[in-house]
């Protein structure tokens, strides 16, 4: 038997598509955890400025704003006979690996921060395309009803990628050195390249470019081959009110968690008094706690009480703690309350995550579906790179209180963004624009 016909594909199961999309999202973790975490956290171990910290935080973040031209280019460009996005997905974690060990050799990182800032923007740019292939993916691929499930593997798996890299990354930092933290990153991501190469989205398509197999005829079907065709499908869906509130509501949540969380490390080591060691291990502790739960749990919980519901629970919970952070002052230098703060916030920030990300899948259109769904996500990165450059003057010009009582505000700003979704008529219009479409235009035809 062939390589190509040893293993299932995407669409024929879904233990198959949870396996896959689970494994992609922890290599995305991985990375996340080093770039947005552990440096930052190490940063400020070593006395660098908000304002440098923010910098860093900007530079990893703005490659995700790029995401919107990378995700119609996948919609329109492929290698048929390897899938859909199956090939930009391999592109994106080799560039990922190469990067990773470019970053390792900057030589006196926190001393020549250009060029560390450089390497992390090269890094923080494949991961984007690594995370723009891979949603498009999943879009195409995971039915309906396992949407919200699916979300809970990729969401809790992020998180545990994301929390054993920080954990990992920060010991290796500090009993043997920067190179070797980073060089171990890289290969394990590397090695998690094996995952993508081995699965196929449809039976009969090739492994690699030399192996047998040829295009299926669902995604014949399936690919866009007009320019035209997506941009106007785009404009259409954006037009919509809920459209646009679903963008407001990826907006704010993402840019309010990135400058919340960029925040943290700072304060634990500055004001709590904690090493950049001993923050890494809570905050690995608590999101591979949040990651676990997300995966048991996260799915399970909207499908059983719904997305709205149970993600306005999430975001007053969120408004709730951080309040009492920024009024119970007497406590911030109390290891306990701190390490419970940032175990229960990330618990709660990774179900709200699972639960905003579900809604963004859902509310997609099979035309465009990774066009529209990483527009959804590039929407997110342009807010966390806002988040990420309000942490320098912030900081600079008001207390803590203040910096906490403004993410509890941005939480409270998106609350009530999500009250007002209304996500059943939005997938109404969606279905009447679909239909619409297929009966005039030729370039596109839906998967049967």
Same mark, same amino acid.
């Given at each position: 038997?062939?390589?190509?016909?040893?293993?299932?594909?995407?669409?024929?199961?879904?233990?198959?598509?949870?396996?896959?999309?689970?494994?992609?999202?922890?290599?995305? #973790?991985?990375?996340?955890? %080093? *770039?947005?975490?552990?440096?930052?956290?190490?940063?400020? %171990?070593?006395?660098?400025?908000?304002?440098?910290? #923010?910098?860093?935080? @900007?530079?990893?973040?703005?490659?995700?704003?790029?995401?919107?031209?990378?995700?119609?280019?996948?919609?329109?460009?492929?290698?048929?006979?390897?899938?859909?996005?199956?090939?930009?997905?391999?592109?994106? $974690?080799?560039?990922? @690996?190469?990067?990773?060990?470019?970053?390792?050799?900057?030589?006196?990182? *926190?001393?020549?921060?250009?060029?560390?800032?450089?390497?992390?923007?090269?890094?923080?740019?494949?991961?984007?395309? $690594?995370?723009?292939?891979?949603?498009?993916?999943?879009?195409?691929?995971?039915?309906?009803?396992? $949407?919200?499930?699916?979300?809970?593997?990729?969401?809790?798996?992020?998180?545990?990628?994301?929390?054993?890299?920080?954990?990992?990354?920060?010991?290796?930092?500090?009993?043997?050195?920067?190179?070797?933290? @980073?060089?171990?990153?890289?290969?394990?991501?590397?090695?998690?390249?094996?995952?993508?190469?081995?699965?196929?989205?449809?039976?009969?398509?090739?492994?690699?470019?030399?192996?047998?197999?040829?295009?299926?005829?669902?995604?014949?079907?399936?690919?866009? @081959?007009?320019?035209?065709?997506?941009?106007?499908?785009?404009?259409?869906?954006?037009?919509? =009110?809920?459209?646009?509130?679903?963008?407001?509501?990826?907006?704010?949540?993402?840019?309010?968690?990135?400058?919340?969380?960029?925040?943290?490390?700072?304060?634990?080591?500055?004001?709590?008094?904690?090493?950049?060691?001993?923050?890494?291990?809570?905050?690995?502790?608590?999101?591979?706690? #949040?990651?676990?739960?997300?995966?048991?749990?996260?799915?399970?919980?909207?499908?059983?009480?719904?997305?709205?519901?149970?993600?306005?629970?999430?975001?007053? *919970?969120?408004?709730?703690?951080?309040?009492?952070?920024?009024?119970?002052?007497?406590?911030?230098?109390?290891?306990?309350?701190?390490?419970?703060?940032?175990?229960?916030?990330?618990?709660?920030?990774?179900?709200?995550?699972?639960?905003?990300?579900?809604?963004?899948?859902?509310?997609?259109?099979? *035309?465009?579906?990774?066009?529209?769904?990483?527009?959804? %996500?590039?929407?997110?990165?342009?807010?966390? %790179?806002?988040?990420?450059?309000?942490?320098?003057?912030?900081? &600079?010009?008001?207390?803590?209180?203040?910096?906490?009582?403004?993410?509890?505000?941005?939480?409270?700003?998106?609350?009530?963004?999500?009250?007002?979704?209304?996500?059943?008529?939005?997938?109404?219009?969606?279905?009447?624009?679909?239909?619409?479409? =297929?009966?005039?235009?030729?370039?596109?035809? &839906?998967?049967?």
């Amino acid at each position: 038997m062939t390589l190509s016909h040893s293993f299932p594909a995407l669409s024929d199961r879904a233990f198959v598509r949870y396996f896959t999309f689970t494994a992609l999202y922890f290599a995305e #973790g991985l990375n996340m955890g %080093m *770039l947005f975490v552990g440096i930052p956290a190490w940063m400020a %171990m070593q006395n660098k400025t908000p304002t440098e910290i #923010g910098a860093f935080a @900007t530079a990893c973040a703005l490659p995700w704003t790029f995401k919107f031209v990378v995700a119609p280019l996948m919609d329109r460009y492929t290698y048929l006979p390897m899938g859909r996005k199956r090939p930009w997905v391999l592109l994106a $974690q080799l560039g990922l @690996t190469a990067s990773l060990m470019f970053m390792a050799f900057v030589p006196d990182p *926190l001393s020549n921060l250009k060029l560390f800032m450089g390497a992390a923007f090269l890094v923080s740019a494949f991961g984007a395309i $690594q995370d723009a292939a891979t949603d498009g993916l999943a879009v195409d691929v995971v039915p309906g009803d396992e $949407q919200a499930r699916a979300n809970g593997f990729m969401g809790g798996a992020r998180m545990i990628g994301s929390s054993l890299s920080l954990a990992g990354w920060s010991w290796l930092l500090a009993n043997y050195d920067y190179k070797v933290a @980073t060089m171990a990153l890289a290969l394990l991501i590397g090695l998690l390249t094996v995952v993508p190469i081995i699965l196929r989205e449809e039976p009969g398509e090739k492994i690699l470019p030399w192996t047998p197999g040829t295009p299926s005829a669902a995604t014949q079907k399936m690919q866009i @081959t007009s320019w035209s065709t997506i941009l106007k499908a785009l404009w259409s869906l954006f037009r919509l =009110r809920n459209s646009l509130l679903v963008a407001a509501l990826v907006f704010i949540t993402q840019g309010a968690y990135n400058y919340f969380e960029t925040l943290l490390p700072l304060f634990t080591v500055k004001i709590a008094g904690w090493t950049n060691i001993s923050y890494s291990k809570a905050f690995a502790t608590a999101d591979l706690i #949040g990651g676990i739960g997300g995966m048991v749990l996260g799915g399970y919980l909207i499908e059983r009480f719904g997305k709205k519901r149970m993600i306005g629970g999430y975001f007053l *919970l969120i408004i709730f703690i951080t309040t009492a952070l920024a009024l119970l002052k007497a406590y911030w230098t109390e290891s306990t309350f701190i390490y419970g703060f940032i175990i229960t916030y990330r618990w709660l920030n990774a179900f709200a995550k699972i639960g905003v990300y579900a809604v963004a899948m859902e509310c997609c259109s099979k *035309l465009v579906s990774a066009s529209q769904f990483t527009f959804y %996500m590039t929407i997110g990165a342009v807010g966390s %790179m806002v988040g990420a450059t309000l942490i320098g003057p912030v900081k &600079e010009r008001f207390s803590w209180e203040i910096t906490f009582y403004l993410f509890a505000a941005l939480i409270a700003l998106a609350w009530i963004c999500m009250l007002l979704l209304n996500i059943r008529k939005l997938d109404r219009q969606i279905s009447e624009l679909e239909i619409k479409e =297929r009966s005039v235009s030729p370039a596109y035809s &839906e998967s049967v």
